[in-house]
């Protein structure tokens, strides 16, 4: 199991909220024990908690991917099943990998498919992709909605992760029950 957090905002300039980023992945602790990473940019902030499963150095996250005059960065938490038969398609349209895990596969999905990746996963994920050069944010959650991912706008922005004290623990965020909420 992995924690995956994060905030994007258009109106405000993030490389100078690294101790919020912090803050939220140190929430995360239990999630993944074994390492953590951070990535901040103009307009986003991601982080993520490992529990290292499978190939330890190729599996670092936030995964960056450069790629035709663009930046990638991706969290993510989960097992992606079909990740031979994805990893072959992208073999054979010229993908090139430095590991073996799904993460590097998913990323190189998005920016094979882009948007439609999800109709060509097989599992059970939850992630959120940075592209800098369209400065998008694509999030995604299983069909199944297994893997937890909650969001939220709040600031003129957006703020997702795998827990909702993650969230809690941005910067002023107030908690507020209301009757959609109890619903």
């Known amino acids: 199991m992995c ?3 994060g905030f994007v905002n258009y109106k405000k300039d993030l490389p100078n909220k690294k101790n919020i ?6 929430t995360l602790a239990k999630r993944g024990p074994d390492e953590e990473g951070l990535y901040l940019n103009k307009h986003v902030a991601l982080g993520h908690k490992r529990l290292i499963v499978i190939d330890p150095q190729g599996g670092k996250q936030p995964m960056v991917e450069r790629f035709s005059l663009g930046e990638y960065a991706l ?22 990998f430095f590991g073996y895990s799904d993460t590097e596969v998913l990323l190189k999905s998005y920016i094979h498919y882009g948007k439609d990746v999800v109709n060509h996963l097989n599992g059970i994920f939850a992630f959120a992709i940075w592209n800098s ?18 969001y939220t706008e709040f600031d003129q922005g957006l703020i997702f992760a795998s827990e909702l004290k993650a969230i809690f623990s941005y910067f002023n965020f107030e908690k507020i029950i209301d009757k959609q909420g109890i619903s």
């Open 75 to 96: 969290v993510y938490n989960g097992q992606i099943y079909n990740t031979k038969e994805l990893r072959n398609t992208l073999l054979e349209n010229g993908f090139t």
């Open 133 to 150: 050069k369209t400065e998008e944010l694509f999030m995604a959650r299983d069909h199944f909605g297994v893997k937890p991912f909650f």
């Open 3 to 5: 924690g995956i957090v």
């Open 21 to 26: 980023l912090n803050k939220m992945v140190q």
